[in-house]
């Protein structure tokens, strides 16, 4: 049942004034003050922006042992959703693709620094333009965060010696439209 307003209204301005600049208990985001070890599998997934960064074949230097990413995408990635076509079925078809968990999100060297699995683990907060925080995926898109429109070709339309043409650089960089939230610009 709705609270009655006329206790407020007798209160007098000033009591009503303090009643709205109080602070208001809001529970805290599930992502927010959590060990990794903590969320249930659904929230664990849900950390996902779906950019499909950590889905372009990566390269490793074999005298630096530098990786390096190509604009190439696995042959299950969808450059204009930016998501795997088979996720269910996806480790049986591709045999490098990974399963994130808390421990491996810690070592792995290359997940993307807008990565929000590496962004937790860091102790950083989730941008603005994360679909958890703006309500929306395409945010990660406008963004520029996600791989649509710049994967160059997928791995199996592409002559294994020649992937080295295809290493570029902003997989592991933050670009200038995620910097600022689009009202703020
Ligand atoms: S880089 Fe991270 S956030 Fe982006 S698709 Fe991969 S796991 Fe998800
Ligand atoms: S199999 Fe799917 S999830 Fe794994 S790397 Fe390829 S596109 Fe990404």
């Known amino acids: 049942m709705p609270r009655q307003p006329s206790q407020t ?6 009591a009503r004034g303090q009643a ?25 997934e849900s950390l996902c922006d779906g950019c499909g960064r950590c889905c ?21 990635l969808d450059g204009e959703t930016c998501r795997c076509s088979d996720y269910r079925r996806r480790r049986q078809r591709v045999r490098d693709c990974l399963k994130l968990t808390p421990e491996s999100v810690r ?17 950083r ?4 333009w994360h679909p958890l925080v703006s309500g929306t995926p395409d945010s990660v898109h406008d963004a520029g965060i996600s791989v649509r429109g710049r994967v160059a070709a997928l791995e199996t339309e592409v002559k294994l010696d020649d992937y080295p043409d295809y290493i570029v650089s902003w997989p592991k960089k933050v670009p200038k439209a995620a910097k600022v939230p689009p009202r703020k610009r």
């Open 125 to 128: 907060n989730l941008a603005w």
């Open 56 to 76: 372009l074949v990566k390269l490793e230097d074999e005298d630096t042992g530098e990786i390096h990413f190509t604009d190439l995408g696995c042959k299950l």
């Open 9 to 14: 209204n007798t209160q007098g301005s000033q």
């Open 107 to 123: 070592s792995l060297p290359w997940l993307p620094p807008t990565c929000a699995y590496r962004v937790l683990a860091e102790g």
């Open 20 to 44: 709205r600049n109080a602070p208001i208990d809001e529970p805290q985001p599930f992502w927010k003050g959590k060990a990794l070890e903590a969320f249930t599998q659904p929230e664990w």
